[in-house]
């Protein structure tokens, strides 16, 4: 068994990863060929190299690599059941996956396809192909996080003039009945506002609470526009932890304004309807 100290030696020989290049993490058990890949890549990558896919795990939480080169076959966990362990936490876009794959096994192509890689190159691979088959991968993910970013300002674009029109509308009625609704009012629509407004500045990423906040604010608005014809309610799955749950931004508000929009204003008679949220699912 290994003593404290060899293991931080261990520890400490791992290469860390170099910020001015994309970070590649090579998950690979035979040492020789994770040097060469190594040797291949590390003049246009920020590599660092593990030997199972345990280490490779510990790394993808601690890190966080841009790409990953994973063996397909290894000792206990190979690379179709640790890219199907990745894919439960990390979609093609926040973490491609090449996988590498023997010659003799042109069968399982379909299989690591279906396990959530991106792409496969057979061993042996030269550096060119290497290079260009990950070239290929990271235009990929720039031109769908691109498309992520437009679509969400559409989105946004679409969401702030009408809306804030009938807001503003309904806030002035108030001023001349209700003062303090009025104010209140002011503050949800404040609360949104500046939701919207920094949504594109983090990444197109939130909370679920802070998802929550902004449907609540909305919420709210639209119910001192149309009283007693509308009501809300919110249930959340006690096994969601909405502080630590992560979503893309303005995920779920679109969803709620559109049922509210379309599948309840639109009605005519008046009553109450009910607009269901379970979880992360609208009813």
């Known amino acids: 068994m290994l003593k404290d100290n060899e293991m ?29 890949l190594q040797s291949l890549l590390q003049s246009h990558y920020a590599i660092e190299v593990v030997h199972c896919p345990e280490e490779a795990l510990n790394v993808i939480q601690q890190k966080r690599p841009d790409f990953l080169l994973i063996d397909e076959v290894m000792p206990g966990m190979g690379g179709i ?19 590498l794959v023997a010659n003799e ?5 379909s299989l690591i396809l279906e396990s959530g890689a991106n792409d496969y190159i057979r061993k042996p691979a030269t550096k060119e192909m290497l290079l260009s088959r990950l070239s290929a991968i990271a235009l990929t993910k720039e031109a769908m996080g691109k498309a992520i970013q437009h679509e ?14 009938n807001a503003l509308s ?4 108030f001023c001349y009945t209700d003062g303090e609704r009025a104010g209140h009012l002011l503050t949800m629509l404040s609360t ?4 919207i407004l920094e949504s594109g500045k983090d990444g197109q990423r939130a909370t679920l609470e802070k998802e929550l906040e902004i449907i609540r604010a ?9 009283g007693d014809k509308l009501t809300v309610i919110l249930t959340i799955e006690n096994t969601l932890d909405a502080e ?36 992360s699912k609208i009813i």
Do not use: C, W
């Open 218 to 226: 909305y919420v709210e608005i639209e119910q001192a526009r149309f």
């Open 192 to 195: 949104y506002l500046r939701y």
């Open 152 to 165: 969400m300002a559409f989105l946004q674009a679409q969401i702030n003039p009408h809306f804030l029109y």
């Open 170 to 173: 309904s806030i002035i009625s």
């Open 105 to 109: 096994y042109p069968t399982n192509i």
């Open 244 to 279: 630590k749950i992560e979503i893309p931004s303005l995920l779920i508000q679109p969803l709620v304004e559109n049922a509210i929009r379309h599948g309840i204003l639109k009605r005519m008679e008046m009553g109450q309807s009910l607009l269901k949220l379970k979880g």
């Open 8 to 36: 931080i030696i261990i520890m400490n020989d791992q290469p860390l990863f170099n910020e001015n290049l994309p970070r590649l993490l090579i998950v690979e058990d035979d040492v020789i060929h994770a040097e060469v």
């Open 81 to 99: 059941a640790l890219t199907k362990y990745i894919r439960q936490y990390y979609s093609y876009i926040d973490l491609p996956i090449m996988m």
